[in-house]
């Protein structure tokens, strides 16, 4: 064998490996100095929508430090002032013409929605339009002139640096997805991606762009794993490879989040960080859509919350962390069909949870109402009849402690079938350990944060909590669809490149060997 046909293999892959770090390097350069983060998304096609102080006063408890909001409500930034709740505003797209036209409107728009309350309010992004590119082709000429012309207005209000302008893409501006190594941007959109790439790398602003798996799943079935769209632990064997890179994609956002990297640096642009706009899966579809479940909708937002805040970067970037947003806080119930439009939310409009995230160990984002303080009680306008029958079985087959709704007792009064069927569903609930499907009966039962005690009658949750007030009930480590952990050495995100490094130069070497 001829050892010196190795030398031009092994150059090649310590070429590829300095050109890779060099990029890394620029991105992290232009990342937010903060630490990769989870907002949520804020729609508003909600009936009985909270307040906006109440809003932001369950933000805070829920320790929410960001949020995307997609127009620039008054009524929520006057709220926001002075609460360390970083937020992004948005253009809609009906007023992209108008503002890509004057720049005159841009100054207007900037100084009636951003520098009114800025900095007592922490507005850190404006979000130019939603995916107009796909959604609203016919707005694409005038994208770049809006956002040039709000950029300039931030300028002349010297809050560039401190506020960043882009504009959220759908998945689908990226063609050949997987693998990444072969993505690229759809070419009939090259002209005004190319310029909107330009802007990003000089303003040292984020590609914003909405990824959902679950989509990528139901295009794919049979093909795409459900487990690795949820971000559960596959066997090597199951995960998928990049046949060009040689990396390995244990879920499928990675994958996604690779691709627009892949697509940025065929357009010669390596200096742009992917920030995810939007991600989320549904808990409830129709026929159509059977995996739009609570279970699936609770593992993947609860996966991702921990895939973010471990730093786990992405395969072609383990030392980038993208920071996600997702969709959304509250169900849009007056979003029109099909059914899943409406059921992307964590929480209902009157702030309970549409299930309990499996979040604990990620901080305290999203974990005062998720863990130990829920309580199962009867839902608003359900007649009598069905809670008398549901209020039967829990105080019969479901073995529900019903002992304290007799006459007499301290939760007999009110003397009503409504607040005997709340007790009695809270017990069950409790005994069942909280699973989301023990308060359901048929509909007639809802997931509460609300303690309903009432004087005396202390509801089985409230014993429960003070009794164990250092149990945490919802841990990953009950959960089947936590990452794995490996105890000892974690690798850091230098030593998983020169993992991989060596990974491909043994298999060159082992080629050249052959050959």
Known sequence: MEYHKLIPFFLLCVSLSLMRTSLSTEIKVQQDKDEPFVGVNIGTDVSNLLSASNLVAFLQFQKITHIRLYDANAEILKALAKTKIRVIVSVPNNQLLAIGSSNATAATWIGRNVAAYYPETLITGIAVGDEVLTTVPSSAPMLM????????????????????????????????????????????????????????????????????????????????????????????????????????????????????????????????????????????????????????????????????????????????????????????????????????????????????????????????DTTNRTFCIASDGIDVKTLQTALDWACGPGRANCSEIQPGESCYQPNNVKNHASYAFDSYFQKQGKSTDSCDFKGAAMITTTDPSHGSCIFPGSKMVSNKTNEVVNSTQTSGGGRRTVVGTQISGVGKVFHMLFSVVSSLFYYSFLS
Do not use: C
Not at 196 to 204: H, I
């Open 145 to 368: 002139p809006a956002i040039e012309s709000l950029y300039s207005a931030l300028v002349a209000s010297n809050l560039h640096t401190q506020i960043k302008i882009s504009t959220p893409n759908s998945a689908s501006v990226i063609l050949d997805p997987f693998p990444p190594s072969q993505a690229f941007f759809n070419q009939s959109l090259s002209p005004v991606i190319t310029q909107l790439l330009q802007f990003l790398s000089r303003t040292q602003s984020p590609l914003m762009m909405n990824l959902y798996p679950y989509y990528v799943f139901m295009q794919n079935k049979g093909v795409v794993p459900l487990d690795n769209s949820l971000f559960k632990p596959l066997t090597p064997s199951k995960e998928m490879v990049d046949p060009n890179t040689l990396l390995h994609y244990s879920n499928v956002l990675d994958a996604m989040i690779d691709s627009v990297y892949f697509s940025m640096k065929n357009l010669n642009v390596t200096d742009v960080a992917v920030l995810v706009s939007e991600t989320g899966w549904p808990s409830k579809g129709d026929s159509k859509e059977p995996y739009a479940t609570v279970d699936n909708a609770d593992t993947y937002n609860s996966n991702l919350i921990k895939h973010v805040f471990d730093h786990s970067g992405s395969p072609l970037h383990p030392e980038i962390t993208s920071s996600a947003y997702i969709y959304e806080l509250f169900n849009e119930d007056l979003r029109s069909p099909p059914v899943s439009e409406a059921n992307w939310g964590l929480f209902y409009g009157n702030s309970t949870p549409v299930y309990l995230l499996h979040v604990s160990g990620s901080g305290t984002f999203l974990a005062n």
